[in-house]
């Protein structure tokens, strides 16, 4: 009888794990991870020529809110330039609920809102009260 016991014991432990009742999965941002960018936009320099930039390349969101970008930017056709840059980045919501498909963030203190595909493998990402949106599909 003892022996049954400790079986059904040992049973309910590896079923019943603490990560079974946690809500691990839902706190962990979609955004972080690798993801392939383009863009395009359309921009007016100091002089107020206006000017057709298109942009593509990789974005990295950090797990410690920090990230980088290397992009090939194209300005009206010419020669693509690359462009390197690090930033800072952050989820808005109050409680993170990474199965919410659309989500706020500050990125270098910007603010902007994603929008998910439903598994989590694309998104498009739009400046808040201006006109970029960059489409990026999950490496």
Known sequence: MKKLAFTFVLLLSFACSKDDNSNSNNQVDPIIGSWQSSFTLTDETEEGEVVNISADGTIIFNADGTGSR???????????????????????????????????????????????????????????GGDLQISMTRN
């Open 70 to 128: 290397n992009l090939l930017i194209t300005t009206d056709g010419g020669e693509p330039q690359e462009s390197n840059e690090t930033f800072e980045w952050e989820n808005l919501s109050s409680a993170l609920n990474s199965s919410e498909t659309t989500q706020n963030y500050a990125i270098n203190g910007d603010a902007f809102t994603a929008v998910f595909t439903s598994n989590f493998s694309s998104l498009v990402l739009s400046e808040d």
